[in-house]
């Protein structure tokens, strides 16, 4: 079965949204290497930095854990997600080649801001925490978004986790996470 990826990220969709992440833009095609897969649980996937990465930040006690340990549970740990009402969308409706520079990236994300405040918007109620994640979205979208009365906790980048920025993006969102007083995972 070939679904979409809005499918499949529909099929994890928490019945109420607590915090909301919006990543760049999807990944591509399921059958190239990518570390964005967020969604795809067909297999074990090399590199899946975003979705292991944003797993170890939430639950602290997987921390430790191999990345082929959490995706052989990958369906589980989405599952906990939908469960905790987090929901991870992106900024751009089409994956991105690597050699789409970032002025164009961003310029992209300016064009379609008022799509993607719209798309947030249906997702969110007044209490949901927002984090956008990577320069490219943080830069262009944070103020806008903020000025349209959503709450974006996130007052600095949140670092994508590619190869060098991994812990970076754990420690930021797992703090954000764990300050936001109305999420699933105060303490």
């Not at 067909?42 to 939430?58: K, P």
């Not at 052989?72 to 050699?99: C, F």
């Not at 994640?133 to 986790?161: C, H, M, W």
């Amino acid at each position: 079965m070939n679904m979409s990826y809005d499918s499949l990220r529909e099929r994890y969709k928490p019945e109420r949204i607590t915090l909301l992440l919006v990543a760049e833009s999807p990944p591509p095609a399921a059958d190239v290497q990518s570390s964005r897969h967020f969604y795809r649980s067909d297999r074990v996937r090399r590199d899946d930095r975003l979705f292991v990465n944003t797993i170890r930040a939430l639950y602290p006690e997987v921390v430790e854990q191999t990345e082929v340990t959490i995706e052989t549970e990958k369906e589980r740990w989405l599952r906990q997600l939908q469960h905790d009402g987090v929901y991870m969308i992106e900024a751009l409706a089409t994956s991105q080649k690597h050699e789409v520079t970032k002025r164009q990236r961003q310029d992209r994300i300016a064009e379609t801001l008022p799509e993607l405040e719209q798309k947030i918007e249906g997702l969110v109620d007044s209490e949901t925490g927002i984090v956008l994640i990577k320069s490219n979205v943080f830069d262009v979208a944070a103020e806008p978004l903020r000025s349209a009365g959503l709450q974006v906790l996130n007052t600095e980048l949140v670092d994508y986790p590619g190869r060098f920025n991994q812990r970076a993006y754990r420690e930021k969102l797992g703090h954000l996470a764990r300050e936001y007083k109305k999420g699933p995972f105060h303490q």
